[in-house]
């Protein structure tokens, strides 16, 4: 039997399906905009950050999922 890669508190991603996965993604979408909005020194440091920075790292983030998703 073959064991399952297991993530945060023992599920695992063949149980969630893309719905899911979007609801996710919404999810850290408006908690960082929760933080923001909380905290205004980290909006006033997100606003003063020029916008090359955040493409590098969302470039940087996205590398391994975009190559895998390519590669099948």
Do not use: H, Q
Not at 47 to 63: G, K, S, Y
């Amino acid at each position: 039997m073959t064991k399952e890669k297991r993530l945060i508190f023992g599920t695992t991603l063949k149980y969630l399906n893309s719905f899911d996965m979007a609801l996710a993604k919404l999810a850290i979408i408006s908690f960082v905009l929760f933080v923001l909005s909380v905290f205004p020194v980290i909006a006033n440091w997100v606003t003063n950050t020029p916008w090359l920075w955040f493409l590098a790292a969302w470039i940087i983030f996205a590398i391994i999922p975009i190559t895998k998703l390519w590669r099948k």
